[in-house]
């Protein structure tokens, strides 16, 4: 197994809107501590692996030549630098032919696995028929806007866009025109998208907490304004904010599990209070789905916790790794969004039959039996495994999750609120799983990010990241 001591030369690099993020560099310094542990690396070893990265870094460095840092999104250029040229199942193969185990899974998407041979034959088979007409509708997509309102509590209309920002932009732009108010409350921690109105307060710096911390130059100050940032879970405040100003707020918008900072857990007094303040006082309250939708059960996690919202949005897992992303919820509020409604809603490749098809496909799998039973049993295994390794090697670090989600952090609980987040060691975090990656198993190396599991995954798999986790552990004791 190569030991790549190269991995760890370059410093973590970052998007510089995302500086507090990835406050985790590992320098030179660092690494003059960090070499020596690796004592059983020989010059041959090493040198096998700076070989093994050759045609990544070459498919990289073309890449920086025409593409802004060689990538097309914001979180994806991180150390190593490799390329991915396969994806199968549970694995993705780099392009010097190594393999991975993948828990990255593309920021979730990938929940029955890479390149799945039933969802990729369904796409094949809408394609081999139709493509793109943009007139009216299709059949697949009614079928599937009927399964997502069997499915998901709230959905009782639905209409299809590619990204969850989209999503995310439409529901905000919805409940602003059904209440003809302006404000949005969003929490410290959450993230929705890259539009202006909630490009702020996902992993902030401890200066930044309580204040606006955007994530990008170039935003619209009078947009920037009108959202309200509260601290997750905190019911007092949250009340207190809604009794004051709830008369002039639209939308409450939040992640029901924050999984843009790993897992934090909404306290059930916390979903009750924001569902029966946003009732109250006439606010849309709108669950952002995009990462939990479909992950944790067909329903989202709103079925999990039995708290209905008023609008929903959905993208990422809906179909495993196609483009597709959704709005849903009550009719009334949708309807504002059809042709006779006040809501302009378009997009030339909405509903497209590539993500419409891998969608249908999707859910199918996910209603068999067994499917969730699945995918929470591999995230329990692995959550229970490495919380009794880190117990073993006297490792400060606890493994939470929620369903197939897990994520390491380098601190102890407790986790209600973004700002605990701020005990976790991020160098820690970050050096645990670039050792992780340079002995196969693929975390994404950028601190606070969850791994996800997929239905091809299998206990061996867990069994052999625990392995792998065993010895990185044993080191960083
Ligand atoms: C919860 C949540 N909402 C919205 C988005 C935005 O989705 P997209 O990247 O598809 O625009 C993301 C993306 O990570 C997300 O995690």
């Known amino acids: 197994m190569p030991l790549a001591s190269a991995l760890f030369h370059a410093g973590y690099c970052c998007p510089a809107s995302m500086q507090a993020v990835n406050a985790v560099a590992v320098t030179l310094s660092e690494l ?21 990265q050759e045609r990544s870094r070459a498919i990289f460095d073309a890449a920086q030549k025409f593409i802004p840092g060689g990538v097309s999104s914001a979180n994806r250029r991180v150390e190593p630098n490799l390329t991915f040229t396969r994806a199968e199942g549970a694995y993705i193969h780099d392009a010097d032919g190594q393999r991975y185990i993948d828990y990255h899974a593309a920021f979730g998407p990938a929940i029955l696995g890479h390149c799945h041979p039933e969802v990729n034959q ?8 139709i493509d793109l007409v943009g007139v009216g509708t299709s059949e697949l997509e009614t079928q599937l806007a009927q399964k997502i309102v069997e499915h998901v509590p709230s959905a009782e209309k639905v209409m299809f866009c590619n990204s ?20 949005l409350i969003k929490f410290q921690g959450c993230y929705h998208g890259w539009h202006d109105a909630v490009l702020m307060n996902v992993i902030s ?21 009108d959202t309200l940032v509260l601290r997750f879970n905190d019911v007092d405040q949250l009340t207190n904010t809604i009794e004051r100003h709830g008369s002039e707020i639209a939308a409450v918008i939040l992640e029901p599990i924050p999984h843009n ?24 309250l709108i669950f952002d789905e995009v990462v939990t939708g479909f992950r ?7 079925a999990v916790a039995g708290v209905t919202p008023d609008l929903t949005t959905m993208g990422k897992a809906i179909a495993n790794g196609f483009p597709l992303a959704a709005l849903c919820g009550r009719a009334e509020l949708m309807d504002h969004c059809g042709p006779d409604g006040d809501v302009f809603f378009a997009g030339t490749f909405n509903a497209h039959p590539v993500g419409v098809a891998a969608s249908l496909a999707t859910v199918e799998i996910l209603e068999r039996p067994g499917s969730y039973d699945h995918l929470f049993g591999l995230g329990e295994r692995i959550r229970s495994g490495m919380n009794q390794l880190v117990g073993r090697h006297g490792v400060e670090a606890i493994t939470t ?10 601190m ?12 976790n060691d991020a160098a820690k975090f970050v050096r645990f799983r670039r050792e992780m990656i340079a002995r196969g198993v693929y975390m994404m190396p950028v601190n606070l990010k969850r791994n996800h599991v997929s239905l091809s995954h299998t206990a061996e798999d867990i069994d052999s990241t625990l392995e792998v986790a065993e010895d990185v552990l044993r080191k960083m004791a």
């Open 32 to 52: 003059s501590q960090v070499l020596p542990e690796h004592g059983t690396t020989t010059d041959r070893e090493e040198h096998a692996m700076l070989k093994s």
């Open 122 to 129: 369904r796409v094949t088979e809408a394609i081999d028929r």
């Open 164 to 183: 969850g920002s989209e999503a995310t932009y439409s529901a905000l732009r919805v409940a602003r025109a059904a209440t003809g108010r302006r404000k």
């Open 205 to 225: 710096a401890a200066d930044k907490i309580g204040k606006k911390d955007l994530l990008s130059a170039g935003m619209t100050p009078e947009v920037v304004d």
């Open 261 to 284: 900072i790993g897992t934090v857990l909404p306290h059930d007094r916390f979903l009750d209070a924001l569902r029966s303040l946003t009732t109250e006082h006439g606010i849309v």
């Open 296 to 302: 944790h059960t067909l329903g989202g996690y709103q």
């Open 401 to 410: 999750g929620f369903g197939s989600v897990f994520v390491t952090y380098f």
């Open 412 to 423: 102890t609980q407790p986790i209600d609120s973004y700002d605990d987040l701020l005990r």
